[in-house]
């Protein structure tokens, strides 16, 4: 993905509905154009088998009562 | 007097109050003096319960010899302002809540005040619990080990108010690291429990899938203490897990025999500084020479794990916030609304990129704690750094993540993978400032957790230390 100009930060905010004036429109491209840096460089990992649940499968979370250390 | 009183650990209070050695009254005015002498300057609290807290101190005197007793039985306790409290005014650190007052306790503050602990007050926190808040309505956070520092977020108060006495034990909430951090930079005991341990109810969330009330304290037992009332489902948090027991039981246990993996990754990353990584490796080595076996592990996808954590926890608030911020955008902190913006305007692929390579963290972090016991790391790159660097404005893209992504990428681990994690001071700068050793345990095992911690603390005299507060 290429880096987003402020330009279009601010067309998408409106069409968001949400406010971006200009004392924030320059962070917040900064901020957006950092996410798109380092998590579009997610796409080169090798992610095969991760499946985006939010927590662990419940065969993971551990008993202690069952499974005394 | 008072403040050889207002150091005491809570566990060593609610001992002295049963003995009868010190009056509940006592305590509390000890604590209330202290806050008057230091909570403007340091930010500490957003509200004081002044004349409740000397009502209830009254009555816990008068129940002394009358039944049985709560293990925090005459306790001052504080909470983080992000906690619901019967009555008192429940802000989140925010303008836009500075009236809420709610009709009933959080689950995690009602289970304290059954314990018998006293409310002294609602401590400040950043905004909603976001890092990042530029302009603190309720006053701006100082590090009580120098005052122009920050005392990391968002638990900011709890972490004060832990260091500098200013109640006898706190709560705070961790979504990415906002129990440990604070304790990490203030000198404090942070303990983020396992995710679902402690129910959510009464707290105002910051991420559903990834919020988790902990305790901020000055000792390990009064985080193991604190933890053991606070745990176990309730009813309203269909997630809660159940109750570990009194998990001071295996305090004493010591670190002999333990596998603890030191997360090079995070130790040697080029973002460490030198004396963090020199106070970590020490006490890896302190932890060693009490019989733990101690062993290098690297887990190499946690430099990403900052900048996948801001994807989906700011997308979950993003989402909680999205009317509010479409309508009322003006009344929140800058800081704070340029963080929720930006979540909104993520592209979904990238979010969901994100979520994929939490599944790989979280794969990596259980890996290890098969292989390991515990995992060793600092709990930040750094000790505290500026307020005025922490708060000079963005200027591309890179410093966006150095700022955000980079620090958050120390303490996210835990809350991605939703496992136990601890922070507690190993050491100072050669500034005074405090370092923090982070270990990281698995689900549900806080009790080797608590235990490897408490070995290394009984070892070292960190505990010790206060921050330079004059009479």
């Given at each position: 993905m290429t880096e987003l100009t402020p330009d279009q930060v601010r067309a998408l905010a409106a069409a968001a509905g949400l406010p971006l004036d200009g004392a924030d429109l320059a962070e917040v491209t900064h901020r957006l154009n950092a996410f798109v840096d380092v998590l579009g460089g997610l796409a080169a990992l090798d992610l095969t088998g991760a499946e985006p649940a939010p927590t662990s499968p419940p065969a993971l979370s551990r008993d202690p009562a069952l499974d005394p250390r | 007097m008072t403040t050889e009183l207002a150091y005491r650990s809570a566990a060593e209070l609610a001992g002295l109050i049963r003995a009868r050695t010190v009056s509940p009254v006592e305590v509390v005015q000890a604590y209330l003096a202290r806050i008057d002498r230091w909570s403007e300057a340091l930010g500490a609290y957003v509200t004081v319960c002044r004349e409740r807290a000397l009502d209830e101190a009254r009555a816990a005197e008068q129940a002394l010899g009358h039944g049985a007793l709560g293990p925090l039985h005459g306790v001052p306790f504080a909470v983080k302002d992000q906690f619901d409290t019967a009555g008192v005014r429940t802000t989140s650190g925010s303008r836009l809540h500075a009236d809420r007052v709610p009709a009933a306790d959080a689950t995690v503050v009602a289970r304290l005040r059954a314990a018998g602990g006293i409310l002294l007050g609602k401590l400040n926190l950043t905004e909603f619990a976001l890092g990042g808040t530029l302009s603190y309505p309720f006053g701006q956070p100082r590090n009580p080990w120098d005052q122009t520092r920050e005392t990391g977020g968002s638990s900011s108060g709890s972490g004060i108010a832990a260091a500098a006495a200013l109640a006898a034990a706190t709560l705070g909430e961790d979504t990415g690291g906002s129990v440990r951090s604070p304790a990490s930079w203030c000198g404090a005991v942070g303990l983020r429990p396992t995710w679902g341990l402690v129910p959510r109810s009464g707290c105002v969330p910051v991420a559903w899938s990834m919020d988790a009330p902990g305790p901020l304290t000055r000792s390990v037992e009064d985080a193991a203490l604190l933890l053991s009332i606070i745990a176990g489902p309730d009813g309203r948090d269909r997630w809660a897990q159940a109750a570990p027991g009194?998990?001071?039981?295996?305090?004493?246990?010591?670190?002999?025999g333990l596998a603890i993996g030191v997360v090079t990754r995070l130790v040697d990353s080029p973002d460490t500084d030198a004396e963090v990584r020199a106070a970590v490796r020490a006490a890896a080595e302190t932890l060693r020479g009490l019989g733990a076996r101690v062993e290098d592990v690297d887990l190499p996808l946690l430099p990403l794990a900052g900048a996948v954590f801001m994807a989906l926890a700011d997308g979950e608030a993003a989402a909680w916030h999205h009317r509010t911020l479409a309508t009322r955008g003006a009344e929140y902190d800058a800081g704070t609304r340029r963080r929720l913006v930006t979540a909104a305007l993520l592209p979904a692929t990238l979010g969901q990129q994100a979520a994929r390579a939490r599944a790989a963290i979280r794969a990596q972090v259980e890996d290890a704690l098969g292989r390991f016991d515990v995992l060793l790391a600092p709990t930040g790159p750094t000790a505290a750094p500026t307020i005025a660097g922490a708060q000079a404005p963005i200027t591309s893209p890179a410093a966006a993540g150095r700022r955000f992504f980079n620090r958050r990428s120390y303490t996210t681990p835990a809350s991605l993978a939703g496992v136990p994690a601890l922070s507690l001071p190993c050491g100072f700068t050669a500034g005074g400032l405090p370092i923090g050793l982070q270990l990281i345990g698995r689900r549900l095992d806080e009790a080797t957790l608590l235990r490897t911690a408490r070995a290394y603390e009984r070892a070292t005299d960190w505990r010790a230390c206060r921050p330079p507060l004059p009479e």
């Open positions: - | 009194d998990l001071r039981a295996d305090l004493e246990r010591g670190a002999g």
